[in-house]
């Protein structure tokens, strides 16, 4: 059992003083989203503060406990919605030699999804700072699997650092502590990348990818909002592993996973002996929506529309080809909708704001990545020694 020392916006009921002192005072306080209890413990960083009064024992002229507690915390009626101190027991999982026995502050949240809320963390000893990916309503099994691959991960090339997995009791949330770096996202600056910055970070995320796949990982969901990059140290990480699996060439999968954008075309038909192939697809996606400076190669809101958009490039006869190849069953209204779109060359696509990224070389690495038959597609490892990484 160790200490968790953080700060947050949580809501909270203060309902009993449990310690005090000159310098900081220990409450008792619920959760007014989901009634959760736990110990706050206000910490002042300037001159010391009379909390005694709350016992009835301050004199006329000093200002009560609430009183000096709203006016150093804008509390009101019980309620804080600004930022405090929380100390909370954690169980440990996994966690390396170097994150143990440690105390963190929670600066500010970071991102935000589905699964909930990332925070940076700072080591009030040394300052080092860290990633929090606090996991709240998630099933248990998706948790031990995502904790299991990002083991399997570490110290890997490009790809973020995980120390290890904590547990919450009185937020009942397991939290993923994890390597935290100055970035932005690629998605931020996905259509404004120089060509020598594609040629560096697309190299960069192809050995990120690469070194999932060796360990036969298939990461699943590879998107601009999942790869951040240190424009000043020029560092690339791969991020979110929430949905990754381990590759069993035996076993169907479920096909409804990742971001509807990069789905490869064997997704949006149910194919369910995918394979790693689908990350290349991804990659694909990326690599020529920096290319052609698109926001996104392939549009649409459901799996028809992108399907449809894809063939609209890829051509007709190239789906049914595939279709046909690998028994891939298709209802007759997705077919009539991807009937009859002529092959698109990708120098189409050259326009003047794209033409001094668009080279032949790169357009021959995009051609190689973004096609139907999952088989022919490149590997990591292939994609890495094309010719447009020796330009």
Not at 79 to 104: A, G
Not at 126 to 145: G, Q, R
Not at 216 to 231: E, F, M, Q, S, Y
Request: one cysteine or more; a negative charge.
């Amino acid at each position: 059992m160790s200490v968790f020392s953080a700060t947050g916006g949580f809501s909270v009921k203060i309902s009993e003083v449990l310690k005090e002192s000159q310098q900081a005072v220990e409450l008792k306080a619920v959760e007014i989203a989901n009634g959760n209890s736990f110990t706050i413990k206000l910490v002042l960083d300037s001159k010391p503060m009379d909390f005694s009064s709350v016992y009835g024992h301050s004199s006329a002229k000093q200002k009560s406990f609430l009183e000096q507690l709203e006016e150093k915390y804008k509390v009101k009626d019980g309620l804080t919605h600004t930022k405090f101190h929380i100390q909370l027991p954690l169980e440990t999982e996994n966690m390396e030699p170097s994150i143990q026995n440690r105390h963190f502050v929670i600066e500010n949240e970071v991102g935000q999804g589905s699964f909930g809320s990332v925070f940076k963390l700072k080591d009030i000893v040394n300052s080092h700072t860290f990633a929090v990916k606090c996991l709240k309503d998630v099933d248990p099994e998706m948790i031990k699997k995502e904790i299991h691959i990002l083991e399997k991960m570490r110290n890997s090339r490009n790809v973020i650092h995980f120390y290890g997995a904590v547990y919450i009791e009185p937020l009942r949330a397991t939290c993923l502590v994890m390597e935290h770096i100055n970035c932005i996202s690629l998605d931020d600056i996905l259509d404004s990348l120089t060509l020598e910055d594609i040629r560096y970070y697309s190299h960069q995320l192809l050995i990120a990818i690469d070194e999932c796949h060796k360990r036969g990982i298939i990461h699943r969901d590879i998107k601009p909002d999942n790869i951040l990059v240190d424009p000043l140290k020029r560092e690339l990480r791969l991020i979110d592993f929430g949905v990754a699996d381990l590759y069993d060439a035996n076993k169907p999968q479920e096909t409804d996973i990742g971001t509807l954008n990069f789905y490869a075309p064997e997704l949006l038909m149910d194919y369910k002996m995918f394979d790693h192939a689908i990350d290349m697809w991804a990659f694909g996606c990326i690599f020529a929506s920096a290319v052609f400076r698109r926001r996104r190669l392939f549009e649409g809101d459901t799996f028809t529309e992108v399907l449809q958009d894809i063939t609209s490039v890829l051509g007709s006869d190239k789906l049914f080809e595939y279709i046909a190849n690998y028994g891939i069953l298709m209802n007759s209204i997705k077919m009539t909708e991807c009937a009859n779109y002529p092959v698109q060359t990708w120098d189409s696509l050259i326009t003047e704001e794209n033409s001094d990224v668009a080279t032949a070389e790169a357009l021959d690495l995009v051609d190689k990545l973004i096609v139907f038959d999952h088989k022919c597609r490149l590997s990591a490892e292939e994609a890495m020694k094309h010719p447009f990484f020796n330009e």
